[in-house]
């Protein structure tokens, strides 16, 4: 299993928007095969701030089934429009 870790910034005054949007791309997300679950936090301190964390079976998962598909370009197109700059995504193993 590998964790998605995406680091996102929403322009300021659109969180509730961005928050109504994720609600329908996060079933995108959970359509895919290999996704195990998916979810987004917000940032107490910075508002406007979010982080998704998204658990697939394995990062060729994440790119080939989500990434690489039209399900990329529909999240993409939900979310797209709140944002302030790129997201920074990168994936995490977990540690033992």
């Not at 928007?17 to 917000?42: D, H, N, Q």
Request: charged content about 25%.
């Amino acid at each position: 299993m590998v964790t998605e870790i995406a680091l996102i910034d929403v322009l300021s005054g659109k969180e509730q928007a961005f928050t109504e949007a994720y609600r329908e791309a996060r079933k995108i997300l959970l359509g895919t095969p290999g996704c195990l679950s998916a979810r987004m936090v917000r940032g107490v301190e910075t508002p406007t701030r979010f982080v998704g964390v998204v658990e697939w079976e394995s990062r060729q998962h994440h790119l080939e089934n989500f990434r690489g598909t039209d399900r990329y370009t529909r999240y993409g197109g939900l979310l797209g429009p709140f944002l302030a700059v790129p997201p920074v995504v990168e994936h995490f193993n977990d540690v033992e």
